[in-house]
């Protein structure tokens, strides 16, 4: 049987696939903050140098090496392969000092606050109570406080829940430990965070 002219002519159509959306490689990453307080022992000036380096250097030094404040970057934490012995794995952290820019999907992200002690440091952070007192966000994000172990306490970081993160003032080689310690605990309340969300879905599941 002989096709007619305009079957044999006839092209296969082409159809456009929707390509699959780029995602953004931030997505993800668990995200710290700092206090953008200048007087603040952290802050983005020295943040990548403490927590990949292990290593204290005052912010001025920083500026004086010609460090160029950033609002927002991301540092590398080595630690060791869970499967792998002798192997090394690197985890991505995002670091910002305006939690303003943050948009709604991102606070999900937000794994850890370094906090400098005045209350203005989260004005306008959701979550806060009725006067201001952000309390309630330290149920969800594990806040930290970095300090000279020489110098006073503010009050306020002795009233909230806050992990206290103790350096020297003159003593350098101790500071990998007191980071190391930082890290330990950021895991730990990761881990617990996790297993309560696992939780929830499983009992919404038998609901």
Same mark, same amino acid.
């Given at each position: 049987m002989l096709q007619s002219k305009k079957t044999q002519m006839q092209k296969p159509v082409q159809q456009d696939v929707a390509k699959p959306a780029r995602r953004d490689?931030? =997505?993800? @990453?668990?995200?710290?903050?700092?206090? =953008?307080? @200048?007087?603040?022992l952290i802050t983005m000036l020295n943040v990548k140098t403490l927590l990949e380096e292990y290593k204290f250097l005052p912010s001025e030094e920083m500026k004086r090496l010609g460090v160029k404040r950033q609002m927002d970057m991301v540092i590398q934490r080595r630690k060791p392969h869970p499967t792998q012995p002798g192997q090394t794995v690197s985890i991505p952290y995002r670091v910002t000092d305006s939690p303003m820019r943050l948009k709604p999907p991102e606070w999900k992200q937000?794994?850890?606050?370094f906090v400098s002690g005045p209350a203005w440091?989260?004005?306008?952070?959701?979550g806060l109570t009725s006067d201001g007192s952000p309390v309630n966000i330290f149920s969800k994000i594990k806040a930290f406080h970095l300090r000279f172990e020489e110098s006073r306490m503010d009050p306020n970081i002795q009233k909230w829940d806050v992990h206290l993160v103790q350096i020297s003032q003159n003593r350098r080689h101790l500071?990998?430990?007191?980071?190391?310690?930082y890290w330990e605990t950021l895991d730990r309340s990761e881990h617990e965070r996790t297993c309560f969300v696992v939780s929830r879905q499983n009992i919404s599941k038998q609901v």
């Open positions: 490689h931030r =997505s993800r @990453t668990p995200i710290i903050i700092v206090p =953008s307080a @200048t007087t603040s937000v794994v850890a606050v440091q989260f004005k306008g952070w959701p500071d990998k430990q007191s980071v190391m310690r």
